[in-house]
């Protein structure tokens, strides 16, 4: 009986001793998932990151044509009405001064086809890579 149980402690032993070496480091397929899970986050941590910076541009260059097409309507408004029948081409379309020079803009006039006695006024200030509009409607007496 003593041999059977010496057995036994004797294989419990080598099983446990094998087993706590079995497990020493990770095993391939772990170091693979561990790997993809960190790449999937990588990748949605840089597109954010992407993103914030693409509406951070497009922030920076709204802002200043918003104020732009916002002066320009205001040199509209003040202009008599009969002036705003046909416009003078200093009124249609040009360019802005430094620091704005990549900024142009264009003006349009429209009579609002119900109401006879109401114009549309709408500025375009454009850039390289996109625009923004801003228009009013005004009444005439």
């Known amino acids: 009986m003593t041999s059977a ?8 032993r080598y ?11 990770f ?13 999937v986050i990588s990748v949605g941590a840089l597109a954010a ?5 693409r509406a951070a541009d497009r ?7 918003a104020a732009l097409a916002q002066e320009r309507l205001a040199t509209l408004e003040i202009k008599e009405p009969t002036m705003l029948d046909v416009l003078p081409d200093s009124l249609t379309r040009g360019r802005f001064d430094v620091p704005f ?14 109401t006879p006695r109401l114009i549309t006024l709408s500025v375009a200030v454009s850039w390289e ?13």
Request: aromatic fraction near 8%; proline fraction near 3%.
């Open 5 to 12: 149980c010496s057995l036994a402690k004797a294989t419990n």
């Open 15 to 25: 099983s446990s001793a094998w087993a706590a070496e079995e497990r020493r480091g």
């Open 27 to 39: 095993t391939l397929l772990e170091a693979v998932v561990a790997m993809a899970i960190i790449g």
């Open 49 to 53: 990151f992407s993103a914030d910076l």
């Open 59 to 65: 922030a920076h260059r709204i802002l200043p044509a």
């Open 101 to 114: 020079e990549d900024y142009s803009w264009t003006a349009v006039v429209k009579r609002v086809r119900a």
């Open 129 to 141: 890579n996109g625009s923004f509009t801003l228009s009013e409607q005004r009444y005439v007496p």
